[in-house]
C-alpha cells in the first residue's frame, strides 16, 4: 500500500474522551496504528473491550472507518472488505482486524485459521489481554497457567497458554510477528512491514490489562516492559522461512540478561497465589519458548 503523503499525528485520529479504562493498553496500541495508516484503515473490531472504547457511530472514539461484527467473524469479514476493496481498485486503504484474545484463540480461530488459509490480504491484529475481560475477567486459552481469573478462581489456571504466533506459523502465511504495547518503536516498524507484504499477516500484541491483572494502572508499560526482560514475551518477527528476534528481545539470547521472573510476577494480584513450584513451571514455560526460537531462527 502507499504511504501517506503527511505524517500523521495520533490526536488526529485516535479522539480524547473515550470508555477505556485507566490505564488501558487499547488506545496505545490505536495511536501507533494511527501513526502508520492515520485514517486510510478500516478495523474490523468483534464483541470486546474495543467495541466499548471505540464506541457506536455517529460517537466513535477513532476518525478512521470501523465495523463491528459477530464475536466468530473478525477473520471472516475482513477477509470480504479486502477482497472488496482489491476489486475495486483500492490500494490505500488498510483492512485491519482487531481482536482480543478470546475472539481469536477461541471463538473466532475457525474463521482465523480460514483467512490464513486462503491467504487474504490484511493484517490480523490480536490484541492479547490473556482473557475475556470485558465480561469478567473469564479465562481464555491465552490466559497463562498460574493466572487467578473469575473462573479459576483459586488455583489459577492450570493449562498451558495456546500460541496463536506459532499457529499462523504453521499456516505457511507470510508475515507472523509478535508485539508489545510496552514496545511502540518495535510495534511501529512491525506495521510497516506488515502493510508491504501481500496476504495474510498476522501480529500478536501483548496488552496487560490494569483490572483483569490486578495492578496499579499506572503500570501498564512497565508491566508490559518487564514480561518481554524477563523472557516470557519475546519479541520477533517470522517471514522468509524463519525466526528474526526484534531488538528488545535479541540480548536475551543470553539467560543471564534476563530478569527473573518473579519481577514480572509480583507486580500482578493474578499471580498471587501462586506457589514456588507454579514459579518454577514458569520458569520452565520460558526456556521451552527460548528453544523454539532458536531451533527457527
Keep these: 500500500m502507499s504511504k501517506p503523503a503527511l505524517p500523521y499525528k495520533a490526536r488526529d485520529v485516535v479522539l480524547p474522551g473515550d470508555a477505556a479504562c485507566p490505564g488501558c493498553p487499547i488506545p496505545i496500541a490505536w495511536k501507533v496504528l494511527s501513526a502508520v495508516f492515520g485514517d486510510k484503515m478500516i478495523l474490523v473490531i468483534p464483541a470486546s473491550c474495543s467495541s466499548v472504547v471505540?464506541?457506536?457511530y455517529p460517537g466513535n472514539s477513532l476518525k478512521a472507518s470501523v465495523?463491528?461484527?459477530?464475536?466468530?467473524?473478525?477473520?471472516?469479514?475482513?477477509?470480504?472488505?479486502?477482497?472488496?476493496?482489491?476489486?475495486r481498485g483500492v490500494s490505500d486503504v488498510q483492512v485491519i482486524a482487531w481482536a482480543g484474545d478470546g475472539g481469536t484463540a477461541d471463538i473466532g480461530m475457525a474463521s482465523l485459521s480460514?483467512?490464513?488459509?486462503?491467504?487474504?490480504n490484511f493484517i490480523y491484529i490480536m490484541y492479547d489481554n490473556e482473557a475475556y475481560m470485558n465480561t469478567g475477567i473469564q479465562r481464555s486459552s491465552s490466559t497463562p497457567r498460574g493466572a487467578w481469573t473469575t473462573t479459576t478462581p483459586i488455583?489459577?489456571?492450570?493449562?498451558?497458554?495456546?500460541?496463536?504466533?506459532?499457529?499462523?506459523?504453521?499456516?505457511?502465511?507470510?508475515?507472523?510477528?509478535?508485539?508489545?504495547?510496552?514496545y511502540v518503536h518495535d510495534f511501529y516498524?512491525?506495521?510497516?512491514?506488515?502493510?508491504?507484504i501481500k496476504g495474510f499477516k498476522f501480529i500478536s500484541l501483548h496488552a496487560p490489562c490494569p483490572v483483569g491483572w490486578r495492578f496499579d494502572p499506572?503500570?501498564?508499560?512497565?508491566?508490559?516492559?518487564?514480561?518481554?526482560?524477563?523472557?516470557?514475551?519475546i519479541l520477533y518477527e517470522y517471514y522468509d522461512g524463519r525466526i528474526h528476534l526484534s531488538g528488545p528481545s535479541r540480548p536475551l539470547l543470553d539467560p543471564s540478561k534476563r530478569k527473573p521472573v518473579e519481577e514480572y510476577l509480583k507486580?500482578?494480584?493474578?499471580f498471587k497465589n501462586v506457589d514456588e513450584k507454579m514459579v518454577k513451571s514458569?520458569?520452565?514455560?520460558?526456556?521451552?519458548?527460548?528453544?523454539?526460537?532458536?531451533?527457527?531462527?
Design 67 to 87: 465495523i463491528h461484527v459477530p464475536f466468530a467473524s473478525a477473520a471472516a469479514v475482513a477477509s470480504g472488505v479486502a477482497e472488496a476493496l482489491e476489486k
Design 114 to 120: 480460514g483467512a490464513a488459509e486462503r491467504n487474504h
Design 155 to 182: 488455583l489459577g489456571k492450570g493449562e498451558e497458554k495456546k500460541d496463536v504466533a506459532r499457529i499462523m506459523i504453521a499456516h505457511g502465511v507470510p508475515y507472523v510477528a509478535t508485539a508489545s504495547i510496552g
Design 54 to 56: 471505540v464506541g457506536m
Design 189 to 196: 516498524s512491525k506495521l510497516v512491514r506488515a502493510s508491504k
Design 267 to 270: 507486580l500482578q494480584g493474578r
Design 282 to 297: 514458569i520458569q520452565e514455560y520460558v526456556e521451552n519458548n527460548w528453544e523454539w526460537v532458536k531451533r527457527h531462527m
Design 218 to 233: 499506572r503500570y501498564t508499560v512497565r508491566v508490559a516492559r518487564l514480561a518481554v526482560e524477563t523472557g516470557l514475551w
